[in-house]
């Protein structure tokens, strides 16, 4: 979020996150997105009724009591409330848990797009696509006739498509030239996903797209290792603010995303002349290889899920 660790206080950080979250977490029936965080605390450990307010409302995070003595029984109530709370999208965020394990930091982000706009035509079509491996795959992909935010970047060697969903939220589908995809990953920036909002119009175009739902999750020890913060999974840990009376350290912190393109019944798309009428001044993009993809909250200028697809039907 281009935060100044150096000059901003703490406590503005931290409003900085409340604030983004309250409007992540605003109801809104068009938007199909979820959010979710818990601290899960072994059971025997009290824990600071101050520091559960604070991340309740800071955080929208809840503090929630487990016995971690019953590993097996533990990891089934996070993955059961993690399932209940992302209605579904979210399943099996925690495959192991260390055996010694007192605290488990969980969360997750769920998005499943309607995308807004109206096309002149569109079929479903069992059509190729080509894995990194040069394997080829069939996959249920739609062709669409019509006008679409689409740009052909010569600095990253790309097609990029800008869909627009409800609730704010823009998507980039940006699809490489053959063999540049790590040159896309390379130069891509902030600044670069910026002049392109600014200078992408809409244009006459027939394109074919697959349709997809992805998902990952990350260690986030792993992610905050990277980032030098290695203290709170060590003895060194200091959770004395939050635990009373036990010198404890964080054992688990992960996060898992799922990301769906579109809400509707595809299989129902039927338009048998689209084939005999293709657009005549506008060109023919497939989406047929690896692609990247990004959202953005437009309200925020602020990327919040990026990913890249290889493969459409892996979720």
């Known amino acids: 979020m281009g935060f100044d660790l150096m000059k901003m206080p703490e406590t503005k950080i931290h409003k900085c996150f409340q604030h983004l979250i309250h409007t992540f977490l605003q109801p809104n029936h068009q938007l ?5 965080s818990s601290l899960f605390v072994h059971k025997n450990l009290k824990v600071e009724s101050k520091f559960k307010k604070a991340a309740m409302e800071l955080y929208n995070s809840e ?79 739609v062709k669409r006739q019509g006008k679409f935010y689409l740009l052909k970047d010569n600095t990253l060697s790309s097609w990029v498509l800008m869909q627009p969903y409800v609730g704010n939220i823009m998507a980039f589908f940006i699809l490489p030239d053959v063999g540049k995809m790590e040159e896309l990953i390379q ?27 992805i998902s990952t999750t990350y260690d986030l020890k792993k992610v905050m290792n990277t980032l030098g913060i290695t203290q709170i999974f060590s003895n060194r840990a200091d959770f004395s603010k939050a635990i009373r009376d036990e010198h404890v350290k964080l054992s688990k912190a992960m996060h898992k995303a799922v990301l769906g393109v579109e809400d509707k019944q595809w299989e129902e798309l039927d338009f048998p002349d689209l084939h005999k009428n293709l657009l005549p001044d506008g060109p023919s993009v497939e989406f047929n290889r690896s692609f990247l993809v990004i959202l953005k909250d437009i309200t925020f200028n602020l990327p919040f899920l990026m990913g890249k697809i290889k493969d459409p039907k892996t979720k």
């Open 187 to 213: 130069n891509l920036s902030h600044e670069c996903l910026n002049s392109i909002h600014k200078r992408i119009k809409t244009r006459s175009s027939n394109l074919s797209f697959p349709k997809f739902t």
């Open 32 to 36: 199909h997105m979820t959010i979710g």
């Open 63 to 141: 503090t929630i009591p487990i016995n971690f003595k019953d590993i097996q029984a533990a990891k089934t109530q996070i993955n059961k409330h993690v399932m209940k709370g992302s209605y579904g999208h979210v399943l099996k965020v925690v495959g192991d848990l260390p055996i010694d394990t007192v605290l488990a930091l969980v969360n997750f982000i769920s998005f499943d797009g309607v995308q807004i706009g109206e096309f002149e035509a569109e079929r479903l079509d069992k059509l190729e696509f080509q894995l990194d491996t040069g394997k080829v795959v069939t996959v249920p992909m």
